[in-house]
């Protein structure tokens, strides 16, 4: 077995017998936890062979079926099992299509702020002096504005500089931008001090001392021994992230009408709500409490598990 | 025996203290300075042991990191086969990092925990010499691991499976591994079980012998430098009291710090005692007093002592001590 590489096969193994796997199955609530996420990723994934409808074929709706109650309701229809919006489209459809744009949007804008906040807040820790000093007064400039705020000022000039039509294209893209870019300060600062701190040790010295190049020691030695608070803060900025694009969407420049996003449809489901048709806003709502539920508990279980056992912490 | 290989010329090194709680930002304060080493003139002369005693905190460390440029003097400068090295920038001092290396005190964090047994040995001799073949490379790696006394077998291991002992042997074999002329041993034994000690200890005077290495070697247990050390070098409080030959130190210590210090080394024979036993306690690095550290502990010390630091000078037989008291022969040498 070559020492360079390992298999794939024996990657599994590792896995199957790590201690993840194991904390995982004593820890029943973040178990659960983990199913509901990995569902909800599946469910997204395939959402064009899942759902019954595409709510974006506005061929395929009647406006004749709008407002129809979930099925064990009086006056369901058997053809839309969680009922319908106010357009007639099919709920379920729309709302796996709607998990589809969360998730999306979450991980991407997540990533985004991963490469940024990583790579600013390794140069601000390993290299420290003036571009530690600029790098941070950035990151404080960037952190009193209200991420939320900045969001609405750049996707309202966006929308209007660019017109509806075009925006709608690109609406999730300049989301994503968005989201990505307000954030990257919590990644920078964190790893900046994991940085600092993993610096003082030896190995990094050691490191030094055997002639390695700045690029090296950083990228090999210091940034995967920072990886369980990245990881951390990864779980949770994705439920942050998620929920900021629903409240864009609810606010009405978030994503454009017809592309279902949770938000947006709770949005919709608002107006309908005084007329008796709940369920166009609230099981929208539920699967978001769901979803974020589902990746903070798992967060704070990541942080719990990575916490005590530091030394013997998965081998990740 | 005859070239110098390293020379440390009136190297000094501060640090300065810093607010530790958030009330101190608004008391107006200077930072105090801690002088950690002071005009320091060392000379390590190739193919040599030379050992540094001294007890915790007297600034072994300070200056083991000063000789590898880990941190750079205040002061003075450091000369390594003749050339200048201190105020080298870091690309240029690329070409001194593989002659000399460097083995922690503490074996685990000296060790990056991410890395295997292999992959620690291995990155380095890849690094360098990128030509090599995967086989060569290994077989390369099985010999430094066979070398210092690891089981090949342990090769997937990672820092935290392996024991103290095992720790230490692979940072020896990495820093052997860029092929060193000199190595500098910060406290390497101080970390290990007593057990182990001897082992590390034997292994470490093993290799020096077998590759001719110079070693510059810190600690503060008397027992290790009787048993490696070619010549001694005894410091307290940031500068040098005597440096002498290993036979002499122990034979006849002059200095009364090195008297002291040999005295208190606890010995299964009683005997009488002879040399000076000290008052008091370490004073405080912050608030230096002028003259000799040791004036207020020093039984001979006198009005020169409190005003003048002593500088070393030498002795008939090649020794050399820093004590107003012993060059005005108020001590009988």
Known sequence: MSPFEVSSHKLWRRYRRSQVMAHLKAHRAAFVCAIVLLLAIITALLAPWLAPYNPGDLSAHDIMDAELPPIWQAGGDSRFWLGTDGLGRDLLSSLIYGLRTSLAVGFCAVLLQLVLGVSLGLAAGYLGGWTDRVLMRLADLQLAFSS??????????????????????WAP??????????????YARTLRASVMAEKQKDYVAAAELLGFGDWRIMLRHILPNTLSPLLIISTLQVAHVILAEAALSFLGIGMPYYTPSLGGQMRDGFEYMLSGSWWIALLPGLTLVLLLLAINLLGDWLRDTLDIQHQDGPSL | MTQPL??????????????TAPYELFRWRRPARLSAVEQLDLTVYRGETLCVVGESGCGKSTMARLVMGLLHPDEGQINYAGQRIDHLKRHDRLAYRRRMQMIFQDPYTALNPRLTVLHCL????????????????LEQVFQQLLAVGIDPALGQRFPHQLSSGQRQRLNIARALSVKPEFIVADEPLSALDVSIQAQILNLLQDTANQQNLTFLFFTHNLAVVEHIADRVAVMYEGRLCELTSSRNLFKHPRHPYTQALLEAMPQLTTSPQQGAKLMGDVPSR??????????????YANERCRHQVPTLFSHTDGGQTACHALQEGRIKP
């Open chain 2, 286 to 299: 912050l608030q230096r007093p002028l003259g000799c550290s040791l004036q207020d502990r020093c039984p």
């Open chain 1, 148 to 169: 939320l705020m900045l969001a609405i000022l750049a996707l309202a000039i966006v929308q209007a500089a660019m017109g509806a039509a075009s925006y709608s294209i």
């Open chain 1, 173 to 186: 893209w300049i989301l994503v931008l968005v989201l990505g870019l307000a954030e990257w300060p919590q």
């Open chain 2, 122 to 137: 291995l990155e380095p001799l890849l690094y360098h010499q990128p030509q090599l073949t995967e086989q060569e490379a």
């Open chain 2, 6 to 19: 390293l020379q440390l010329e009136q190297v000094s090194k501060s640090f300065y203290t810093r607010p």
